[in-house]
C-alpha cells in the first residue's frame, strides 16, 4: 500500500496576508502608522500581485511606493508591466 502524502501548510508568512478585499481603500495609508508586521503584509501582496504596487502609486506616487514596497520589488513591477511580450491578451499583428 502507497504511503499517503498529506501537503504542507502554508508558511505561516504567507498565510497571514489579508486578501486584498478585507483591505479598506477609502482609508488614508500612512507609512508612519504601519507596524513592522503591517508592512511585511504589503510587501509580501506587492511581490505576489504587482497591480497593489501600481495601485500604491497611482494614489500615492511613487517615492511613496518605493519606501513601502522597496526599489526593488518597484523596479521590478515597472520592468515586468513594460513586457508586453508577457501579457497574453497583448496582439503585435493589430486587431483580427
Known sequence: M???V???PLPAVLAAVPDPVDVDDDLELVLED??????RDWRI???KD???????IGRYG????R???SHQVVDQAQHLSGL???DLGYATWGQA
Open 45 to 47: 501582496r506587492g511581490m
Open 84 to 86: 508586453g511580450h508577457l
Open 34 to 39: 504601519l507596524t513592522r508586521d503591517q508592512v
Open 2 to 4: 502507497a504511503p499517503v
Open 67 to 69: 519606501r513601502l514596497f
Open 50 to 56: 504587482h497591480q497593489v504596487v501600481f495601485d500604491h
Open 62 to 65: 511613487e517615492p511613496s511606493a
Open 6 to 8: 498529506i501537503p504542507a
